[in-house]
């Protein structure tokens, strides 16, 4: 049995390209950047960064094109790819990872998102009241739950 699954979670490094094949398929391209931290032997922090080229098709990639900009945060599960073409008398390779599946990350802070929350308020701005559960000050007695 063979297994060719890639999963990378990470922040885009430019803005995703929308294109259409000529079948009239879309196809959107874009880069994440991943990271990792770790101490070396003199326990000094080291940090590595890489770079992932991401492709991916159809309605998914009309959503990731929409929605997505530089910085954003993303998953994204597929599988493995290497492609050659030759230019110039020379053969290009190319490795990326064709999705299966994007997932958008959080939003970063300040972003506009309507459903976020302020924690600073504007002078003069009526604050809205949360609805929370008030629980029972009274003590559960474990011989009355009936499993």
Avoid at 16 to 21: C, F, G, S, T, V
Avoid at 79 to 95: A, H, V
Avoid at 104 to 126: I, T
Wanted: charged letters at 30%; hydrophobic letters at 35%.
């Amino acid at each position: 049995m063979y297994l060719n699954k890639a999963i990378v979670i990470g922040n885009l490094t430019r803005d995703p390209e929308l294109r259409a094949l000529p079948a009239g398929i879309k196809v959107c391209s874009f880069s994440v950047a991943t990271n990792r931290v770790w101490k070396d032997a003199s326990g000094a922090k080291k940090e590595q960064s890489d770079f992932h080229n991401i492709v991916v098709f159809g309605r998914q990639a009309e959503n990731v094109a929409q929605y997505m900009k530089k910085g954003s945060q993303v998953l994204v599960e597929g599988r493995m790819q290497t492609r050659s073409w030759e230019k110039d008398g020379e053969k290009k390779y190319r490795t990326e990872i064709v999705a299966d599946r994007v997932q958008f990350g959080s939003k970063p802070a300040g972003s506009g998102s309507p459903y976020e929350k302020s924690s600073a308020s504007a002078p003069g701005a009526v604050k809205e009241e949360v609805d929370t559960i008030e629980y029972p000050d009274e003590n559960i007695n474990l011989e009355d739950i009936p499993f």
